[in-house]
Structure formats: C-alpha cells, structure tokens
C-alpha cells in the first residue's frame, strides 16, 4: 500500500464518519502506515481495522452499561472479603457472574442478612461482574423504584413502567424489608415480581426472612405468590454474620492502643 492522496484521506474520514465507524476512522492512518512498513495483505489490514472498531463497539457498550448500572463506586467482588463470610462460596458466586444460562432462564438470586452484613455490596459486585460480561443490570434501593412504580399507576402508565425494566437482563432490588406495609407500595412491588417472574431475573437483599416477609405484604395471600414466585427458580445465599458497621464501632470506642479482639474487613459493609 502507498501513502494516500490528502484528498482522499479527507474523503475516507467523511465516508467512515457516515458508516458510523469511529474507531476505524480514529485508528487507521497509523494502521496503515504500519501496514506500509510491514507490508501487510490487503486482508490482514481490513481485518484488524475491523477486530479494532469490534473491540471499541465493545468498550462503548460497557461503558454505556456501567452508567445506566447506577451501580454504587467502590462495589467490587475483589474488594469483597469473603473470608469474614465463611458460609458464602466464593466460587459460587464467581460462576453466577460468568455464567449466563440463569439469567437467560429468568433465575433469581436472592441474599438475605443482617443490616452491615455485606449484602449490598455483594449484590452490586455481582451486577458489576455481570455489566463486565456484556449484560444489562439496573441497580435500585426497593423503595426508590416502587415510588417510581406508584407514579407510573396514578398516571396510568404502570404497564409500559414495568415493560421499560424488561431491556435488564437483572434487575437488583436492595433493602426489600423496607418497603413500608402500604397496600399501594405493595402492590406495584408484587406486579413487577409477577411480570419478571421466569422471563427476566431479579437479585433482592433483604434483613428478614420469608417467614417476616408478611411485614411487607399486607396480604398473606399476596406473600405467598410472592414468595412463590421467587423462590421457584433462585439461588438464595444467608449472610448470618455480625454487622460490619457495628463491629467498627465497637473497635472505634475502645479507643488506640488496644487490640482488636478479632480482625476487621475492611469493605465488607452494605
């Protein structure tokens, strides 16, 4: 390949800006000198432009993704200390963030714990490992979303709100227990249960148990369904440890120059 006529230098950049090839149109000059010195085929030289826009359509992607995420800073499985969970797999989990056969199935994962227990953090861990692998995660503290939610009825929209949520493939719901027991907090929550339910997949936190769960419900019947339609497909993980939060302050008013009586994690904390 020869060194190109500015002319059509100038033509090429308009022509990829209309293909809408960004990546090609930023990289290739360089690509092709280098193409010139090495004397590349004229295939090897269309193919990694290509692999290059490939890759950069990739990156946007997930960088489009991670802000739609709402994923909390700082949220990493690597930050996570797995080691003061001792009833949690680390494999476990790291397999639920590659794999992708339960989120296509609809799956749910729910994490139950303890206020300062870990669950938050692990939730947007996971949503983060997930965003990483190509999929689609919104992350939403419960009562936010049902007050969107209870918008969306009064204005007669609730269908096309819970519709909307169906472009994430996982749907995390952090601190369900605090829901407050309204009929019409409740409602919209269980709607948005039954819609996902065996098509798209949800991650809940809460602090209590199934068997509390009629503090959310009004209705035991609605529980029920709810519960049901949960649990039908899930992983649950039980975080039964003590609240980071606490054990910090615990550890803060015996003051310095005293040992601690066990070791702290550090980034454990919902």
């Known amino acids: 390949m020869n060194a190109t006529d500015p002319v059509d230098d100038a033509r090429l950049g308009l022509l990829l800006g209309d293909l809408r090839l960004p990546g090609i149109k930023h990289i290739w000059p360089g690509f092709a000198e280098r193409a010139d010195k090495e004397g590349w085929p004229a295939a090897r030289f269309l193919a990694a432009l290509a692999e290059h826009e490939i890759a950069e359509r990739a990156r946007r ?150 068997g509390e769960w009629n503090r959310i419900f009004p209705d035991p019947a609605m529980t029920l369904a709810a519960v049901d339609r949960l649990v039908h497909h899930a992983t649950i993980f039980e975080l039964n440890v003590e609240s980071y939060r606490r054990r910090t302050a615990v550890e803060r008013r015996k003051g310095p120059g005293r040992p601690p009586t066990r070791a702290t994690p550090k980034t454990l904390a919902d």
């Open 61 to 210: 992607r997930i960088e489009r993704h991670l802000a739609e995420a709402r994923l909390p800073p700082g949220k990493t499985l690597d930050s996570f200390d797995f080691a003061a969970v001792p009833m949690l797999s680390k494999a476990q989990v790291m397999a639920l963030v590659a794999g992708d056969s339960w989120l296509e199935k609809g799956d749910n994962l729910l994490v139950f714990g303890p206020p300062g227990g870990g669950k938050s953090h692990l939730a947007a861990a996971i949503g983060l490992g997930l965003v990483e692998n190509g999929w689609r995660v919104l992350f939403a503290r419960t009562t936010d979303l049902v007050q969107k939610l209870q918008v969306a009825r009064r204005e007669l929209a609730l269908e096309s709100a819970i519709a909307k949520l169906d472009k994430y493939h996982l749907l995390i719901l952090d601190d369900l227990a605090y829901v407050t027991k309204d009929q019409a907090e409740t409602s919209v929550l269980f709607e948005l249960i039954s819609a996902r339910y065996e098509r798209r997949s949800l991650l809940i936190t809460a602090n209590q148990p199934f």
